[in-house]
């Protein structure tokens, strides 16, 4: 079992930076690959940025040179840094932790693009 809790949303300016976190407890994080995907009203949840076990990110092509996850296994970690945010970026954003077919979820954190 993970436990999975992001913090760092809110609202923000077009143009302006947020950087999500999400804290894991429970099995031992470095066995997870870890992401972030995002749900905005009416819409399906989308990926935006995965990080395997090993490092490799990948990323939602809407997000690509403006988003960078990371993650800190020492910490049990990952971090969505989001720069140049658009009003589109307006979303719940959730964190995902993966091992073969098992999936857990965090509770979400609103990040909010406006002026």
């Known amino acids: 079992q993970v436990q999975l809790v992001e913090s760092g949303g809110g609202l923000v300016q077009p143009g302006g930076s947020l950087r999500l976190s999400c804290a894991a407890s429970g099995r031992i994080f470095s066995f997870y690959d870890m992401g972030w995907y995002r749900q905005a009203p009416g819409e399906q949840r989308e990926l935006v940025a995965t990080v395997t076990r090993g490092g490799s990110s990948t990323y939602a092509d809407t997000v690509k040179g403006r988003f960078t996850i990371s993650r800190d296994n020492a910490k049990s970690v990952v971090v969505l840094q989001m720069n140049n945010l658009r009003p589109e970026d307006t979303a719940v954003y959730y964190c995902?932790?993966?091992?073969?077919?098992?999936?857990?979820w965090g509770q979400g954190t609103q990040v909010t693009v406006s002026s």
């Open positions: 995902n932790a993966e091992i073969g077919r098992i999936s857990y």
